[in-house]
């Protein structure tokens, strides 16, 4: 069965620094593309981060020089480094394993940012 559990998320003052995790497992992690995405409700779910099985990232224009994607395959584990967060950062955030064939998601995790 895979699973994929996000954490990390909560409340931070615009500014402010969080690490989102996300933990794999029931699947060959190092297989696939991992990426992170968010969504408010009533909006489209964006991609914000994407980190190839090569190492290789892309970003999101909204977040290039704030937001950092990494993994480590030994943990199975993806991780998004996101700092000086604005208020338009709010959003629940999902994390995707990806595959030439298939895909998997998270169950999200809330981040608000607000004084």
């Known amino acids: 069965q895979v699973q994929l559990v996000e954490s990390g998320g909560g409340l931070v003052q615009p500014g402010g620094s969080l690490r989102l995790s996300c933990a794999a497992s029931?699947?060959?992690?190092?297989?696939?593309?991992m990426a992170w995405y968010r969504q408010n409700p009533g909006k489209h779910r964006e991609m914000v981060a994407l980190?190839?099985?090569?190492?290789?990232?892309v970003y999101a224009d909204s977040v290039k020089g704030r937001f950092t994607v990494s993994r480590d395959n030994a943990r199975n584990t993806v991780y998004l480094q996101m700092n000086s967060l604005k208020p338009e950062d709010t959003a629940v955030y999902y994390c995707?394993?990806?595959?030439?064939?298939?895909?998997?998601w998270g169950q999200g995790t809330q981040v608000t940012v607000s004084s």
């Open positions: 029931g699947i060959i992690f190092s297989a696939y593309h």
């Open positions: 980190i190839h099985t090569d190492g290789n990232t």
């Open positions: 995707k394993a990806g595959s030439p064939t298939t895909g998997y």
